[in-house]
């Protein structure tokens, strides 16, 4: 069974950054994709980013592009999001998932974590 725990998440100011983190546990990090979520109350949960087994192939939706970077450390089981020029709008619980497979694009995304809290104020 695959354990997902992310970190890092807080109480930032407008324009500010966090740096969230996803160490992975239960089977070969390094052999499948993964993705960052996103869930604000009273929305359904949205894609944020993707990254693929090694690296090379990274995604993400629209209104993060240039703010956000996804990136990963197999040697550490670890995901990353660096978001930076955080706007109120990025408020939201984000979760971290592990895909099935080597890319995001044709696997699912089936195992996933508790989830960590990003409150940008304003």
């Known amino acids: 069974q695959v354990r997902l725990v992310e970190s890092g998440g807080g109480l930032v100011q407008a324009g500010g950054s966090l740096r969230l983190s996803c160490a992975a546990f239960g089977r070969t990090f390094s052999s499948h994709a993964m993705g960052w979520f996103r869930q604000a109350p009273g929305k359904n949960r949205e894609f944020v980013a993707s990254?693929?087994?090694?690296?090379?192939?990274?995604n993400y939706r629209d209104s993060v592009k240039d703010r956000f970077t996804i990136s990963r450390d197999n040697a550490k089981n670890t995901v990353y999001l660096q978001m930076n020029s955080l706007k109120s709008e990025d408020t939201a619980v984000y979760y971290c998932?592990?895909?099935?497979?080597?890319?995001?694009?044709?696997?699912?995304?089936?195992?996933w974590g508790q989830g960590t809290q990003v409150t940008v104020s304003s």
């Open positions: 990254i693929s087994w090694s690296g090379a192939y990274t």
């Open positions: 998932a592990q895909a099935s497979g080597p890319l995001a694009e044709g696997y699912e995304f089936e195992f």
